[in-house]
Every structure is written in structure tokens, then in C-alpha cells.
């Protein structure tokens, strides 16, 4: 397995501003992931964090709204820009140590917009 | 059609019954299948993860995998309330290709 962080674990934002969510992992991973979680749903797939290169978004998602980055195979972060009450969700990070598809999350990130 | 069917229930069992839990899927490359354990205000735990058809045993935990008919079920023997929680179903094709979700069954085990 392996151990992810995430920070912040919660936050409550104003409409308009952003947040920057911070991903770590204990050991170099090949694929990172984001993915969101709205109440009462299943989890939804953002973009994959691609390491050096741009992230790849899924339908739906822009790298407008959600810009990521990775700079190393153990770090990334996803910031959720110009929020709206929409955006109120759990944030997740997920890692793929390689082409096996055990995939291993982290703890989240509860965002509420305001 | 969605790609993954899941009931999401919710389930309450009785402590020490028998849960199962099951999801369909319609894409046929599917051959990674694996159930994800999420309690409450966490991130979803990997719990069981199987490759192609068959069973797979974990303690009090089974899975199984009928590609044939695009059906898979976790079993949870001797339920505890610890095991109240929401299982996700997840799947893949391999490779590249994103894990789809089902939707989550909510399970609680009453004392």
C-alpha cells in the first residue's frame, strides 16, 4: 500500500477566492490522481496528475478551474479556482504505484464554499 | 446505461449476518474488479482487488467475479458494526484506463 496525505483535511472558503490542496506520498508513485466526491455520490474523476507534463482532465473538468500540478513522483497539488457553492466537496488524491490498478486514496479534503 | 450498476442501498444487517453486496458493469474489457471500504468522513480503503473471474478469500471477506455475466460480489461472514460503512465497487480495463466507480452501498450492522 501507501501512505497519502492531503492538507488541508477541511476548509470553508469564500465564493471567488481559491484553495490549493496539497497531495504527499511515503514513496515514488507512477500515477496520481484527483478526484471529487460531492454528498451522497460516488467519486468522480478530475484529471490525472501526469509528472513534467500537463495534467490529463476528464470531460467536464478544465484545467482552468481545476489547475494541477506534480512536480516530483511523490508530491501534487490541485487548486479549485473562482469557487461557487458548486464546488463544495470532498477532494480526493488517489496513487497507482504502477500498471496494476491497485489504486490507494488518501484521507480527502472537505471543502465548503460560502 | 451506466458502465457500473450499484445499489446503493442503504443495508442493515443484524451483527453476525451475512452481507452481500454486489455490482453489475456493462463494458466487457473490464478485468481488474476491486471493492473499496469508506468510512465516514475518510477516503475509501482498498479492500478486496481481483484479477479476471474467480473468487477471492480475506478473512471474513469474499469476493467474487463472473465475467460471463458482468457481475461481482463482496461477502462479508460473522458481520460486526465495525463493518458499517459504504462499499464501492470499482473496475478497470487495465493499463490507462480510469477505475469507474459504482455508486456505493451504504451497510450498517446493528448490535
Known amino acids: 500500500s501507501a501512505v497519502i496525505s492531503q492538507k488541508p483535511s477541511r476548509d470553508i472558503c469564500q465564493r471567488g477566492t481559491s484553495l490549493t490542496i496539497q497531495c504527499q506520498v511515503d514513496s515514488q508513485v507512477t500515477m496520481m490522481f484527483w478526484y471529487r466526491q460531492q454528498p451522497g455520490q460516488s467519486l468522480t474523476l478530475i484529471a490525472t496528475?501526469?509528472?513534467?507534463?500537463?495534467?490529463?482532465?476528464e470531460s467536464g473538468f478544465v484545467i482552468d478551474k481545476f489547475p494541477i500540478s506534480r512536480p516530483n513522483l511523490t508530491f501534487s497539488t490541485l487548486t479549485v479556482s473562482n469557487m461557487s457553492p458548486e464546488d463544495s466537496s470532498i477532494y480526493l488524491c488517489?496513487?497507482?504505484?504502477?500498471?496494476?490498478?491497485?489504486?490507494?486514496f488518501g484521507p480527502g479534503t472537505r471543502l465548503t464554499v460560502l | 446505461q451506466k458502465e457500473v450498476e450499484q445499489d446503493p442501498g442503504p443495508l442493515s444487517v443484524p451483527e453476525g449476518a451475512i452481507v452481500s453486496l454486489n455490482c453489475t458493469y456493462s463494458?466487457?474489457?473490464?478485468?481488474?474488479f476491486m471493492w473499496y471500504r469508506q468510512y465516514s468522513r475518510k477516503g475509501p480503503e482498498l479492500l478486496m482487488y481481483t484479477y479476471s473471474s474467480g473468487n477471492k478469500e480475506d478473512g471474513r471477506f469474499t469476493a467474487q467475479v463472473d465475467k460471463s455475466s458482468k457481475y461481482i460480489s463482496l461477502f462479508i461472514r460473522d458481520s460486526q458494526p465495525s463493518d458499517s460503512a459504504t462499499y464501492l465497487c470499482?473496475?478497470?480495463?487495465?493499463?490507462?484506463?480510469?477505475?469507474?466507480f459504482g455508486k456505493g452501498n451504504q451497510v450498517v450492522v446493528i448490535p
Open positions: 496528475a501526469n509528472q513534467g507534463s500537463e495534467a490529463t482532465y
Open positions: 470499482a473496475m478497470s480495463a487495465g493499463g490507462n484506463n480510469r477505475l469507474a
Open positions: 463494458n466487457s474489457a473490464f478485468q481488474y
Open positions: 488517489s496513487v497507482q504505484r504502477d500498471f496494476n490498478n491497485e489504486q490507494f
